[in-house]
Structures are given as C-alpha cells and as structure tokens.
C-alpha cells in the first residue's frame, strides 16, 4: 500500500530535504511550493516528489493543492506542516502587521492546510515543525516564539477534541538549523526595522545588530536539515510516536530553563544575551 505524505514549504531546507528522504525510502511525497522553478527543482530530485504549489496563507490557493491530490488519492499517511518564517523585533515598537503575518504564515497557514486535508487525514500523523522557540525564552523574537507556541497548542486540542482516535499529532521542536529560514529572515526584518521611528532604531540599535549578526552565524552552525528529516522519518515509521521530540543540544537547554522559575529563567536571559552583545 502506497503512502503519500503532503509537506508544506518544501522549496528548501528541512522542507526539501525531508521530502526527498521520505522519498528515498518509499514515500510518495506531495511537496508544497509557491514557484514553477521551485516544483522542477523538487521533482528532478527523485521521481516519488510531486510538486504541489500551495500558499499557505490563501485559502483558494490550498483548495487547488487538495483537488490536485484528490485526483491521485484520497488518503494521506502524513501531513507535515514545515512553512514558516520568523520575524524579529522589539514588542515596544513592533508594528502588528508583522506580528499578524507572522501568525497568519506559521500558525493560520498550518491550521488552514489542516482544515482543508481533513477528510484525507482518517488514520495519519500530523507532524508540525515547531521549535526550541517555543519555550518562549527568547527576547526580540517573540512573534517567532508565540507562533510556535501558538502552533503547539492549536494542534494539541485538535489531537483532543478529534472523533477520529487514529488521528495522531506530534511537534518536533529543533534548535537552531543551517536553512535559507535565517537568510529570509535577515531581509524580512531588515525591511521591518528600516519603516520604524528613528527614535525606536536608535534606541534598540545594539540589539538590532546583534540580531542581524546572530541569524548570519545562524546559516552556518546548528543541525543540518538532514538530522530532522532523519527524526520525521522515524517518526512516520513508529507506530505509537512520542506527542514531542526536541532535537539538538540548544534546544534541550532551552527546554530545561523554560521548566525552572521565570524569574531564574529571565535572569538568565539577560545576563546571557548582555554577555553576547559585549
């Protein structure tokens, strides 16, 4: 019996590369792309990818995607939700059109796909990509980190209210992760701190460097792409998945210090992120 798996935002990154080792090892994979150069990529790398274009954020654009692969099938083994970008800022002066598209983009957009796939998912995984983010200790990331929480919390009561017991939910919560993610976000951010008052640019300016010289370090340390393929893989093929899988050291550590007091935590916090500016 074939199993076909959807993955959104798999133009690049843990996207991509996911969808080509479930393909590698049998899978059929729908991967989710919004560019015809991005589908010709994708289906070059092996001959069980299918490019599907999706936006997440366009609810017509998801209905297209499912009629597409309601004419190949009417079931899904999987559905992974992978699209994101992360959006940084100080909350004193971050405008809320960024913080509604971050949500929209992260959170909206998974829960959209979801929706839609619904009737497909009888007996599936839902595997969110969620991140360290989530324990929510990091300042000026704070969208980022409320859209993945957000995320893990939105499809934790879909796993609990759902009639259908076969229907399973996990969230993989990695740490910090050599993609093109770090790269958008540079230029995302870098557009959002260019339209704020002068006043807030000058005021958040160091830390505003160190962001921009934090998310380039970003693109070069931290896992490959390939150890959370590797981990979904797993997961797909466990029968009785753990809800949460945190992968890397960094994202361990984070997940030990968002269980301790949140004054110890935010002390931490400070003093950690003072030391990296200086």
Do not use: H
């Not at 949500?103 to 009737?119: L, T």
């Amino acid at each position: 019996m074939e199993k076909y798996v959807l993955i959104t935002g798999a133009s690049s990154g843990i996207g991509k590369t996911t969808a080509i080792k479930l393909a590698i090892n049998g899978f059929k994979v729908f991967a989710g792309v919004r560019k015809p150069e991005d589908k010709t990529a994708v289906e070059a790398e092996n001959s069980n990818i299918t490019g599907v274009f999706i936006d997440v954020t366009n609810s017509d654009s998801i209905k297209n995607a499912y009629e597409e692969i309601k004419k190949v099938t009417d079931s899904l083994y999987a559905l992974i939700n992978n699209a994101g970008i992360a959006y940084a800022g100080a909350v004193e002066c971050l405008p809320v059109e960024t913080i509604q598209k971050q949500f929209d983009i992260n959170v909206f957009g998974a829960i959209r796909v979801a929706q839609e796939f619904m009737p497909m998912l009888c007996s599936a995984k839902i595997v969110n990509i969620s991140s360290m983010a989530s324990f929510g200790l990091f300042p000026f990331i704070s969208p980022y980190c409320a859209s993945k929480r957000a995320l893990d919390i939105f499809f934790n009561a879909l796993m609990l209210e759902c009639k259908n017991p076969e229907l399973k939910v996990i969230s993989i919560k990695p740490g910090v992760i050599k993609t093109k993610i770090w790269e958008k976000s540079i230029d995302e951010n870098k557009k959002v701190m260019e339209g704020l008052p002068e006043t807030a640019i000058e005021k958040y300016r160091r830390e505003f460097e160190y962001l921009v010289k934090n998310a380039e370090k970003n693109k070069e340390k931290g896992l490959s792409p390939e150890e959370v393929a590797d981990l979904i893989l797993k997961v797909l093929r466990s029968k009785n998945p753990k809800p949460s899988y945190t992968i890397g050291r960094d994202a361990k550590m984070a997940e030990f210090f968002s269980r301790l007091p949140l004054c110890v935590t935010n002390f931490f916090t400070k003093y950690i992120m003072n030391k990296r500016m200086n």
